[in-house]
């Protein structure tokens, strides 16, 4: 696994992003932005689940004017997500938002361009480039033949340099598109060629069974390539799975810490527990808890034993009967019906001492 790409570093309010920062965890609220009590019932959740920045769409200026307020009652860096009106721009900036994802090259004529890039400087605002295979500029479509990873990348420094040539560096980029190749391929030719902080994502994934598998293998394959500094992944579904699995990509790689990293085995003709019961509902029990430990729920004797006394807290199936271990040792000896309570309570216990120390 690459670890060596270093980009520029960036500051999203509180939140560091690229120059060697730990890999954050984005989302998007899809509620009306105008509705600010809605919006922020949602951030609170996504910040619940491990959400680190979060961006609002912003269609109007009603849009707009409801930022301040979100603002204000946000405790997460919020991003205003805008398209081709400078007008809106400059008022997210002045709502106090931590940064814009906009496309220079579609606000118009330069000085609209040169109004924005003004009033992010003075507050030192990052701009994403958010390049959409969707949405290419059709002279780039008409020259490639449709939207190529290298269309992409194109379209990509064409709005990189317009910022730069209005002497502002404070930006970072995304190359989405739906199809998981020409993504992964769009980025691994961009950061060959700048060191903007790269934000990763799978545009238009599907709806969450698809479009987390979609999303683990691109982003997986770019984060086990050291790109990407921030991710988002896109799901027709509650923005609160996109960052539980996003953490879970995160996690898988060992790129991030947080919460549970669960170990179970699929169960065979040995398993002699109800194991997919135990596992499940011991997952979903402790969805919320934050604290690193490895859990595993094993079925039988044969890799059941080893793998539970690896992880911090472990159950080895028997015959209608459980051996619950403790950081390696056998701590009791459980029915089946008692497993997973006792799994998360002792599971609470160790994170809370965790916590403690
Ligand atoms: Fe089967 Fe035991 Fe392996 Fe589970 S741990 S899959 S029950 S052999």
């Known amino acids: 696994m690459n670890t060596e790409r270093k980009t520029r570093a960036l500051q999203v309010g509180s939140v560091a992003v690229g120059g060697g920062a730990p890999v954050s965890v984005q989302s998007m609220c899809n509620t009306d932005t105008r509705d600010i009590a809605a919006t922020l019932t949602q951030i609170r959740a996504l910040e619940a689940a491990g959400c680190e920045i979060v961006r609002c769409a912003v269609p109007d200026m009603d849009a707009a004017n409801a930022l301040h307020g979100i603002v204000d009652g946000c405790t997460i860096p919020l991003i205003a997500d805008i398209h081709f009106d400078y007008r809106l721009a400059l008022q997210a900036v002045d709502s106090g938002v931590a940064g814009l994802r906009i496309n220079p090259g579609n606000i118009g004529e330069s000085w609209k361009v040169a109004e924005v890039v003004r009033a992010c400087s003075e507050r030192r605002l990052p701009i994403r480039i958010g390049v959409n295979g969707g949405s290419l500029e059709k002279e780039l479509l008409e020259r490639h033949g449709h939207a190529t990873a290298q269309a992409m990348v194109e379209s990509a420094l064409g709005h990189i340099r317009i910022v730069e040539e209005l002497g502002y560096d404070q930006m970072k980029v995304s190359l989405k598109a739906s199809d998981v190749r020409r993504t992964v391929e769009a980025y691994r030719l961009l950061a060959d060629q700048v060191d903007y902080p790269l934000h990763i994502g799978i545009t238009e994934a ?3 069974w698809a479009g987390t598998i979609k999303s683990a293998v ?15 992944v896109s799901l027709t579904g509650d923005p609160v799975e996109e960052v539980r699995v996003g953490w879970e990509i995160l996690k898988s790689l060992k ?20 194991l997919i019961r135990v596992a499940e509902e011991v997952e979903v029990r402790l969805q919320q808890l934050t604290a690193p430990l490895t859990i595993a729920v094993m079925g039988c004797v044969v890799n059941g034993p080893g793998e539970a006394r690896e992880a911090d807290l472990g159950i080895a199936g028997g015959k209608e009967m459980g051996l619950l271990f403790r950081k390696g040792e056998i701590v009791r000896r459980l029915p089946q019906a008692e497993l997973a309570d ?16």
């Open 218 to 232: 691109g982003l997986g394959a770019l984060l086990y390539d050291g790109i990407g500094d921030t991710l988002r």
């Open 342 to 357: 006792a799994l998360v309570e002792e599971a609470l216990a160790l994170a809370e001492r965790l916590e403690e120390q």
């Open 206 to 208: 599907g709806t969450t």
């Open 255 to 274: 790129l991030r810490q947080r919460g549970p990293v669960f170990v179970s085995c699929p169960t065979c003709g040995r398993c002699q527990i109800d």
